[in-house]
């Protein structure tokens, strides 16, 4: 499992002790991203602002378009960034450069972004509401921690950990609020878990050890952890679960080939490739798109799109690698692309052209 892997899990119903979680969270204001004030700055009307940043990545978009992920800024430091048509707002606290499976940013239909910050021996837990950033307490026992997802109730899933985050010595799935004390989601039997997901029923998805040792997705609905098995193979994550409990992830097939998959009704659906070895889905909307990427013959890693039964490869912009984080109900997506001298941009996909950020 990566040490990691049970990185980007997800989580879900647990929630069901996040009854009060719900009632603790107050929506933000789907404007509040052009009153974010002192790190903002604004574009010529009816263009798409530029992060300006020799290094960037997209991961999550909302319903309305509005996109957050991590940027370098003139400082040489990674931070939080939203993106609202002409509107782009960059924290002040400073965040970890890398990505998936060790890094994500989400925002929900509120504005509301979930991630992390940087603090001196590792990174904690963080959810940025109206530009104020506000620390999350991981498990008791924890020491560091990051979130996920985040739902429009303002649930928020991730981890507790020790450690370093790459390879942290314990792990934990786990349930955060601001209000409210953390909850442990527990395991498939094994030591460590973390939750990558959370849809609006607060079902929850992500990756857990069992007796053996492997680490596999799983599913927590109504208080119940189940295990989503594997393709064929001995480990499986879960990144993400739609409003209408479809999971995707990633899984070894038996041969030890890694694939993306879609699970529903009860059954884990192998997504296939681009021509190459292997694949990963990271997100789906409720019209069940999902998005990832996958190798294609010459060993590259493409975005793709998959929609109605066919993966469709979305481009590089040129470079020679691209990857897709996440997707909104509209059909828009975003992520992360590679040029050939190593430098990493952002991308938002609309309307079948890719354009860089």
């Known amino acids: ?192 878990a973390s939750a990558a997901g959370i849809n609006e029923d607060g079902n929850i998805v992500g990756v857990a050890d069992n007796a053996s040792g492997q680490s596999h997705a799983f599913l927590y609905k109504e208080g119940v952890m189940q295990d989503l098995g594997t393709l064929g193979g001995t480990t499986s994550n879960a990144n993400a679960i739609n409003n209408n409990g479809e999971i995707v992830g990633r899984s070894l097939l038996a041969n030890g080939a890694i694939r993306a998959f879609l699970y529903k009704e009860g059954v884990m659906y192998d997504l296939g490739t681009l021509g190459g070895v292997a694949s990963v889905a990271f997100d789906i909307n409720d019209k069940g798109d999902v998005v990832g990427f996958a190798r294609v013959a010459n060993g590259q890693a493409h975005a793709f799109l998959y929609k109605d039964g066919l993966m469709y490869d979305l481009g590089t912009l040129g470079g020679i690698d691209s990857r897709a984080y996440g997707i909104n109900n509209r059909g828009d997506i975003i992520g992360q692309y590679t040029n050939a001298d190593g430098s990493v941009h952002g991308f938002i996909y609309r309307d079948g052209q890719m354009f860089p950020l």
Request: charged fraction near 20%; charge should be negative; glycine fraction near 10%.
């Open 1 to 192: 499992m990566k040490k990691k892997s049970l990185h980007l899990l997800i989580i879900s119903a647990a929630i069901l002790l996040t009854a009060s979680c719900k009632k603790n969270f107050e929506p933000v204001d789907p404007d509040a991203a052009s009153e974010f004030s002192d790190n903002s700055r604004k574009s010529s009307q009816n263009e798409l602002a530029s992060l300006e940043s020799n290094f960037s990545r997209g991961f999550g978009i909302n319903n309305s378009g509005t996109m957050t992920g991590s940027a370098r800024n003139t400082n040489g430091k990674s931070v939080a960034f939203l993106l609202k048509n002409n509107d782009l707002w960059f924290s002040a606290e400073e965040v970890s450069p890398n990505g998936l499976p060790e890094i994500r940013f989400s925002i929900n239909d509120p504005g509301d972004i979930a991630g992390h910050k940087i603090v001196p021996g590792g990174i904690i837990p963080v959810v940025w509401k109206n530009g104020q950033a506000y620390e999350l307490q991981p498990l008791p026992g924890q020491q560091y921690g990051e979130v996920y997802d985040i739902n429009n109730a303002g649930q928020m899933v991730g981890e507790s950990l020790n450690g370093n985050y790459v390879s942290p010595t314990t792990m934990r799935a786990t349930v955060f609020s601001l209000k409210g004390d953390p909850i442990d989601l527990g395991t498939l039997g094994g030591a460590k």
